[in-house]
């Protein structure tokens, strides 16, 4: 197992590479000059400074040197300044990426909540109406973006019934049940669409283990339906399942870019717009990175997550 560990580790390391060579052309391919963004309007045409400034970013540099020096910064956790405010980028990355954190974990436990039974009801009585009906919620949660669920919400509960707050955000710190509060729509907006998935993929699993002959015989000896379901079949459905929620977990940072900008909250994927529309180059490329070893880090806690639910994975 410690050798699967390592060598899992081990594959991360080309791609964070990859990750950060692409992070790092992103200053070349957006339009704009850092060092201009910098000086403003007001200094840009004072030509001493400008080179001064593009000396201390280090831009006079050829670019291999320019991503050595930006490579080494980044990996003694130095990220650097934001064009924007001049503050440090990983000051903002703290404060920020826990909001982000709630938001995927309280949408991702709202989709397995609403998924697994929905798909273990499906599998178990297929064709019935609870199927049908669940098949086509399942199916619109699919189709309906989460931009336009997430404004549909903000009409009807928040606007129209007045239940929950439009947008905002609250620390958890500060008021636990506000913070919750202002947290619902968001991840109701950002968790139906991987329910709706996770769902279907149930049931597909689960229909297709019960009919395997184990759980033929497990009938057959007399056990009740319940325990067949859920200790020896639902176990082994789950495998695909897994597989699904780490393809999503990139899905679900994703958006949170949209989710976040909707309903105002102070997360790193509204950061990232606001970053991009500002053209605030370090902070772009420190959220690229962040995120990618974000979902790589899911994708390994997957693999060691396929390991505890199916024995073979360990023997192998």
């Not at 991503?67 to 503050?87: F, I």
């Not at 339906?225 to 699904?244: E, F, G, M, Q």
Request: net charge positive; proline share 6%; with cysteine.
């Amino acid at each position: 197992m410690g050798e699967y560990f390592v060598g899992r580790v081990l594959q991360m390391v080309p791609v964070l590479l990859l990750v950060s060579m692409i992070s790092f052309a992103l200053l070349f391919l957006l339009p704009g000059d850092p060092a201009l963004l910098i000086l403003g309007d007001q200094q840009a045409s004072n030509q001493q400074a400008y080179e001064a400034l593009r000396t201390e970013l280090g831009l006079d540099k050829p670019v291999p040197i320019q991503y050595l020096n930006w490579l080494g910064k980044t990996l003694r956790g130095d990220l650097g300044l934001s064009t924007r405010d001049r503050q440090p980028v990983v000051e903002g990355i703290r404060t920020r990426l826990p909001v982000t954190l709630q938001l995927a974990s309280l949408s991702m436990l709202l989709a397995l909540a609403l998924a697994l039974p929905a798909g273990i009801i499906s599998a178990v009585r297929p064709n019935s109406w609870w199927d049908r009906i669940l098949s086509v919620v399942a199916l619109a949660g699919v189709a309906i973006p989460n931009f336009w669920l997430g404004i549909l919400l903000i009409y009807g509960l928040a606007i129209f019934a007045k239940l929950l707050p439009p947008s905002g955000f609250v620390p958890f710190g500060e008021d636990p049940g506000r913070n919750l509060k202002h947290l619902i729509l968001p991840s109701i907006t950002l968790g139906l669409g991987l329910a709706a998935v996770l769902m279907r993929q149930t049931r597909s699993s689960l229909l297709e283990v019960l009919q395997q002959d184990y759980i033929v015989t497990a009938r057959a000896k007399g056990l009740a339906s319940r325990n067949v379901v859920l200790r020896h079949a639902l176990k082994n459905a789950l495998i695909p399942v897994i597989t699904i929620i780490g393809l999503q977990i990139g899905l679900l940072f994703g958006g949170a870019v949209l989710t976040e900008s909707i309903f105002s909250i102070p997360g790193v994927g509204r950061w990232s717009v606001d970053s991009i529309l500002q053209r605030d180059f370090p902070v772009v490329q420190a959220v690229c990175l962040i995120l990618a070893l974000g979902v790589l880090s899911v994708n390994l806690l997957t693999d060691f997550v396929y390991a505890f639910v199916d024995p073979r994975i360990r023997r192998k």
